[in-house]
């Protein structure tokens, strides 16, 4: 079992920054994709950006692509998510999520992280 935690959320005005910290828990093998969804106020979880691990290749939601940028520490199995020039439609509970090598499914999540952009 993989224990995934975050951290980091909170609450800035519009054009403020966050970063969000995910950490998969201690031990757990080479993650295959380490990333972040998130879920806005009446709406379906959706895609934000994830990284390869493998090589360290990353993709994001068009809708944050240039403002969000995600990187890794590889040896604490950590992965973050710098959010620049934040939107009021950034507002979400933002979820890590952790896939291993082998392993089919959705992967493991955490519990999630409120992020709200107001002024």
């Known amino acids: 079992q993989v224990h995934v935690v975050e951290s980091g959320g909170g609450s800035v005005p519009p054009g403020g920054s966050l970063r969000l910290t995910c950490t998969a828990s201690?031990?757990?093998?080479?993650?295959?994709?380490m990333g972040w969804l998130r879920q806005r106020p009446g709406k379906e979880r959706e895609f934000v950006a994830e990284?390869?691990?493998?090589?360290?290749?990353?993709y994001y939601a068009n809708s944050v692509t240039g403002r969000f940028t995600i990187s890794r520490d590889a040896a604490k199995n950590t992965v973050y998510l710098q959010m620049n020039s934040l939107k009021s439609e950034d507002t979400a509970v933002y979820y890590c999520n952790v896939k291993l090598q082998g392993e089919g499914g959705t992967g493991y999540w955490g519990q999630g992280t409120q992020v709200t952009v107001a002024s």
């Open positions: 201690e031990g757990t093998r080479s993650p295959f994709t």
């Open positions: 990284m390869m691990w493998s090589d360290g290749y990353s």
